[in-house]
């Protein structure tokens, strides 16, 4: 079914299309009961061409059905249940592969063996992803050390920026849970991303300091290092302001951030471990092989940071300006396909900051028990679109293309596409001083 401006992509997960599917129904039972909007503009006859209306079902039938979706996905997420679906691979998913000799004596033993090693049965991907890494990156990495040539460093440049997103997302669930593999396995667990980080752009323990000792401390408000509320988030200016901050200068504000704070431990540790990671690569660069540094180390390194920065950017460009700290009104959904399916369900950025320990899979099954609050909250869902075209969309001032990748819920339904393109252009204003001290308190505006 499309009621929206486009049809939801085939390689939704499962549990995104069940998401949308709800959305949909809510969208089209408002356009039935006889508050159905008119869009204006030049593209009403283009949408009403790609609508397809429908009879929805009565809102205790629309419940049930949510229930029931509720109820399949803890099932696909419980190991004891028949319906049990572990992740495997984040390109295809496990019911899809139908070759009963794959499944009888390659597949399903691995599933087996693999969740005796994974600390949560649902994340055999992340032993799949493990063993990709120290099969591809690493053997690539040291041969370019010992033979360099640029033809491999470029190729190894190319494959690194294939992994960086979906590796970035499997060490945020890491740094949650405290980590991935079991127990049992505890050294490997907190010795491979010594490796790994490095070669996938990230400087030693930077990601956790940063991201859970910081980031979700402020959640986005004016102490946060990586905060949106004091920049013009559809200007350029402004963010490469915001991204050259980062760039350049994390390494010395996150340690006096937490100076700052009070809390010198963490300082020294986050001081710490950046510097010798600059150190080791310096190292590298001046006394191993510098084109292979360069190749290995630090194309990667630049890149992650503008993902991240490019990233944080779109999740947070829209701030509710009556209640700029609540996480539901500072912070977006995003149902798409490279967020959500290779990247652990990074869309789902409110549940997330709603619950920085609930886990991956649990995220879209929060948002349907959730969702009136969501739609009382005034949240904001985005489908179609991923983080990276979210940030050039809002940079560029493409308010409307924003609003057709906007989801409507409760009274958001009832605007027309413009209003729905002014509302998002009205979150993206920055936040004076006086605002700042007037919504989180004096201490943290910087006032004269």
Same mark, same amino acid.
Request: hydrophobic letters at 40%; charged letters at 20%.
């Given at each position: 079914? %499309?009621?929206?401006?486009?049809?939801?992509?085939? #390689?939704?997960?499962?549990?995104?299309?069940?998401?949308?599917?709800?959305? #949909?129904? /809510?969208?089209?039972? +408002?356009?039935? *009961?006889?508050?159905?909007?008119?869009?204006?503009?030049?593209?009403?006859?283009?949408?009403?061409?790609? #609508?397809?209306?429908?009879?929805?079902?009565?809102?205790?039938?629309?419940?049930?059905?949510?229930?029931?979706?509720?109820?399949?996905?803890?099932?696909?997420?419980? @190991?004891?249940?028949?319906?049990?679906?572990?992740?495997?691979?984040?390109?295809?998913?496990? @019911?899809? $592969?139908?070759?009963?000799?794959?499944?009888?004596?390659? $597949?399903?033993?691995?599933?087996?063996?693999?969740?005796?090693?994974?600390?949560? /049965?649902?994340? &055999?991907?992340?032993?799949?992803?493990?063993?990709?890494?120290?099969?591809?990156?690493? @053997?690539?990495?040291?041969?370019?050390?010992?033979?360099?040539?640029?033809?491999?460093?470029?190729?190894?440049?190319?494959?690194?920026?294939?992994?960086?997103? @979906?590796?970035?997302?499997?060490?945020?669930?890491?740094?949650?849970?405290?980590?991935?593999?079991?127990?049992?396995?505890?050294?490997?667990?907190?010795?491979?991303?010594?490796?790994?980080?490095? !070669?996938?752009?990230?400087?030693?323990?930077?990601?956790?300091?940063?991201?859970?000792?910081?980031?979700?401390?402020?959640?986005?408000?004016?102490?946060?290092?990586?905060?949106? &509320?004091?920049?013009?988030?559809?200007?350029?200016?402004?963010?490469?302001?915001?991204?050259?901050?980062?760039?350049?200068? $994390?390494?010395?504000?996150?340690?006096?951030? +937490?100076?700052?704070?009070?809390?010198?431990?963490?300082?020294?540790?986050?001081?710490?471990?950046?510097?010798?990671?600059?150190?080791?690569?310096?190292?590298?660069?001046?006394? %191993?092989?510098? =084109?292979?540094?360069?190749?290995?180390?630090?194309?990667?390194?630049?890149?992650?940071?503008?993902?991240?920065?490019?990233?944080?950017?779109?999740?947070?460009?829209? &701030?509710?300006?009556?209640?700029?700290?609540? /996480?539901?009104?500072?912070?977006?959904?995003?149902?798409?396909?490279?967020?959500?399916?290779?990247?652990? *369900?990074?869309?789902?950025?409110?549940?997330?900051?709603?619950?920085?320990? =609930?886990?991956?899979?649990?995220?879209?099954?929060?948002?349907?028990?959730?969702?009136? #609050?969501?739609?009382?909250?005034?949240?904001?869902?985005?489908?179609?679109?991923?983080?990276?075209? $979210?940030?050039?969309? %809002?940079?560029?001032?493409?308010?409307?293309? !924003?609003?057709?990748?906007? &989801?409507?819920?409760?009274?958001?339904?009832?605007?027309?596409?413009?209003?729905?393109?002014?509302?998002?252009?009205?979150?993206?204003? =920055?936040?004076?001083?006086?605002?700042?001290?007037?919504?989180?308190?004096?201490?943290?505006?910087?006032?004269?």
């Amino acid at each position: 079914m %499309v009621n929206l401006y486009f049809a939801p992509d085939a #390689q939704l997960t499962v549990q995104d299309r069940m998401v949308l599917d709800a959305l #949909q129904n /809510d969208y089209s039972r +408002f356009q039935k *009961n006889g508050v159905s909007q008119v869009e204006t503009g030049e593209d009403s006859d283009d949408l009403a061409a790609k #609508q397809t209306r429908y009879d929805s079902a009565s809102p205790e039938d629309t419940l049930e059905h949510e229930q029931q979706a509720i109820d399949l996905m803890r099932k696909l997420n419980d @190991p004891k249940s028949p319906t049990f679906d572990p992740t495997v691979f984040v390109s295809v998913d496990t @019911p899809d $592969i139908k070759n009963p000799i794959l499944r009888k004596w390659i $597949i399903d033993p691995y599933i087996r063996w693999a969740r005796t090693i994974v600390r949560v /049965d649902t994340d &055999v991907v992340m032993l799949t992803h493990l063993m990709l890494y120290f099969t591809t990156s690493v @053997p690539s990495a040291l041969y370019l050390f010992y033979h360099f040539r640029w033809w491999h460093g470029l190729l190894h440049f190319a494959m690194q920026i294939y992994y960086l997103g @979906p590796y970035t997302l499997m060490m945020h669930q890491h740094i949650h849970m405290r980590g991935i593999l079991s127990k049992s396995l505890g050294w490997l667990d907190h010795s491979f991303p010594y490796i790994l980080d490095p !070669l996938m752009g990230h400087t030693w323990n930077s990601y956790y300091f940063h991201h859970v000792k910081h980031h979700h401390v402020e959640a986005n408000g004016p102490d946060d290092l990586s905060s949106t &509320v004091r920049y013009q988030r559809d200007d350029v200016w402004n963010f490469l302001h915001y991204l050259g901050r980062f760039y350049f200068l $994390i390494w010395f504000d996150l340690p006096r951030y +937490f100076l700052r704070k009070r809390k010198s431990g963490l300082a020294v540790k986050a001081g710490g471990c950046e510097i010798a990671n600059y150190i080791y690569l310096y190292l590298l660069f001046t006394k %191993v092989n510098a =084109r292979a540094t360069f190749c290995v180390y630090l194309l990667p390194l630049a890149i992650m940071r503008l993902g991240l920065m490019i990233g944080n950017w779109a999740q947070h460009a829209f &701030v509710d300006e009556v209640e700029p700290e609540s /996480d539901f009104r500072s912070s977006i959904t995003v149902i798409d396909v490279p967020s959500n399916r290779y990247c652990y *369900n990074d869309g789902y950025h409110t549940s997330h900051h709603l619950n920085p320990l =609930r886990h991956w899979r649990e995220h879209p099954i929060a948002f349907l028990a959730q969702k009136k #609050q969501y739609s009382d909250e005034h949240a904001l869902v985005f489908y179609n679109i991923d983080y990276l075209m $979210i940030t050039f969309n %809002v940079l560029s001032k493409n308010y409307m293309h !924003l609003a057709r990748c906007l &989801v409507p819920m409760g009274e958001q339904m009832k605007m027309t596409i413009e209003e729905r393109a002014e509302l998002l252009r009205t979150k993206t204003r =920055r936040f004076t001083e006086e605002e700042i001290a007037e919504k989180w308190g004096k201490q943290y505006a910087r006032l004269k």
